[in-house]
Nanobody, 122 residues
Framework: QVQLVESGGGLVQAGGSLRLSCAAS????????MGWYRQAPGKQRELVAS???????SYADAVKGRFTISRDMAKNTGYLHMNSLQPEDTAVYYC????????????????WGQGTQVTVSS
């Protein structure tokens, strides 16, 4: 009933920038938390950044000062602005969201997007 669709990935040279988008659709009452994770080949998926419904943000040390997470609550869309990209940022980036879908019951479920590839060449 809820879909997360990422876009904006691609190939970029080191030092370049990309903006990822995550559009949530379906029976959405509220989005409590949105986050971006990434998974490089042979590595575990790791949290890159997150933003709460109150606009509190959190970043992994590896991306602090380079990446910015934001959200447009009216559009149910989250963004990850990535600057000064480095080859070690190469990974599949996944959108994650904790979403309330019922107006009657206050519980939320965890949803994932399909992932978008980001490749940074040196």
């Amino acid at each position: 009933q809820v879909q997360l669709v990422e876009s904006g990935g691609g190939l970029v040279q080191a030092g370049g920038s990309l903006r990822l988008s995550c559009a949530a659709s379906g029976n959405i009452v509220s989005i409590k938390l949105m986050g971006w994770y990434r998974q490089a080949p042979g590595k575990q998926r790791e949290l890159v950044a997150s933003i709460t419904s109150g606009e509190q943000t959190s970043y992994a040390d590896a991306v602090k000062g380079r990446f910015t997470i934001s959200r447009d609550m009216a559009k149910n869309t989250g963004y990850l602005h990535m600057n000064s990209l480095q080859p070690e940022d190469t990974a599949v980036y996944y959108c994650n969201a904790v979403i309330r879908t019922s107006p009657s019951y206050d519980f939320s479920l965890n949803y994932w997007g399909q992932g978008t590839q980001v490749t940074v060449s040196s």
